[in-house]
């Protein structure tokens, strides 16, 4: 319940009651219960000490709304950061370290990585005959068991056989933190110059995706790019509101 008690005039103001300048002290309980009566209260003294119920009440009460707007916005962006913030948090914890050879060791199975091939390692009991093995290796699915028993691995591989190293064996597997893989460099000396050039380029590449960095087509491609705009000057002026971002470079 809202109470309003009585307004006393200042020492000022006594001396000079129709002073524009004078002042009056305003008391009153707000219950939070009822929020209306602390406002009634207050309109019901404007109104009677004052004009500015008739003149700026309505653009007041769009100004308090605009703020409250602005102040619920403003929370709400930053409960959504929080939350993205946290779902990355919790993605990354779920992401492990990969073992020695870039792969993951599971229960039944492990796997392993280079930049030339993935090889999978099946546990079977001992004395398991090679008729009992299921083994289907397609394009994109891999499925590996015994006969009459429930696949050891099956699923959709994360990717088509191809050169570069990958987060996950199949799809909704675990995942491996492919930042800390580690390539072997002992078999890059092995390569010959041209095949060597080539598999340096592609690690660079995957480590400029993985940064959100450009790839060295990119790059070479944004090299071209200001040595043309350079060339021609002139072209740049009568196309000002060109977008380059898209332009590729044969």
């Given at each position: 319940?809202?109470?309003?008690?009585?307004?006393?005039?200042?020492?000022?103001?006594?001396?000079?009651?129709?002073?524009?300048?004078?002042?009056?002290?305003?008391?009153?309980?707000?219950?939070?219960?009822?929020?209306l009566?602390?406002?009634?209260s207050?309109?019901?003294?404007?109104?009677?000490?004052?004009?500015v119920?008739?003149?700026?009440?309505?653009?007041?009460?769009?100004?308090?709304?605009?703020?409250?707007?602005?102040?619920?916005?403003?929370k709400?962006?930053e409960?959504?950061?929080r939350?993205?913030?946290?779902?990355r948090?919790?993605?990354?914890?779920?992401?492990?370290?990969?073992?020695?050879?870039?792969?993951?060791?599971m229960?039944?199975?492990?796997?392993?990585q280079?930049l030339?091939?993935?090889?999978?390692?099946?546990?079977?009991?001992?004395?398991t005959?090679?008729?009992?093995?299921?083994?289907?290796?397609?394009k994109?699915?891999v499925?590996?068991?015994?006969?009459?028993?429930?696949s050891i691995?099956?699923?959709e591989?994360?990717?088509?056989i191809?050169?570069?190293?990958?987060?996950?064996?199949?799809?909704?597997?675990?995942?491996?933190d492919i930042?800390k893989a580690?390539?072997?460099?002992?078999?890059?000396?092995?390569?010959?110059?041209?095949?060597?050039?080539?598999?340096?380029?592609?690690?660079?590449?995957?480590?400029?995706?993985?940064?959100?960095?450009?790839?060295s087509?990119?790059?070479?491609?944004?090299?071209?790019?200001?040595?043309?705009?350079?060339?021609?000057?002139?072209?740049?002026n009568?196309?000002p509101?060109?977008?380059?971002?898209n332009i590729?470079?044969?």
């Amino acid at each position: 319940m809202a109470i309003l008690s009585d307004y006393v005039e200042s020492e000022q103001n006594q001396q000079t009651p129709t002073s524009p300048s004078s002042s009056l002290s305003f008391k009153v309980v707000l219950d939070p219960s009822n929020p209306l009566g602390f406002l009634e209260s207050a309109l019901d003294f404007l109104s009677q000490k004052s004009d500015v119920i008739k003149t700026d009440v309505s653009a007041l009460v769009k100004e308090f709304k605009k703020r409250i707007k602005a102040e619920e916005d403003s929370k709400k962006a930053e409960e959504k950061r929080r939350a993205e913030e946290k779902k990355r948090e919790e993605e990354k914890k779920k992401l492990r370290v990969p073992n020695k050879d870039n792969g993951l060791d599971m229960e039944n199975y492990s796997w392993a990585q280079t930049l030339q091939e993935v090889t999978i390692i099946v546990h079977v009991p001992p004395g398991t005959k090679s008729r009992d093995v299921v083994c289907e290796m397609k394009k994109k699915s891999v499925k590996v068991g015994l006969k009459g028993q429930p696949s050891i691995l099956e699923g959709e591989l994360f990717e088509t056989i191809k050169d570069e190293l990958v987060e996950v064996l199949v799809q909704g597997g675990p995942e491996i933190d492919i930042q800390k893989a580690e390539p072997e460099p002992s078999r890059l000396s092995d390569l010959d110059l041209e095949t060597r050039s080539t598999v340096e380029k592609m690690m660079f590449d995957q480590r400029q995706k993985q940064l959100g960095l450009p790839t060295s087509k990119e790059i070479e491609n944004e090299g071209l790019l200001k040595q043309f705009m350079a060339q021609n000057p002139n072209f740049a002026n009568k196309n000002p509101n060109m977008n380059f971002s898209n332009i590729k470079m044969m």
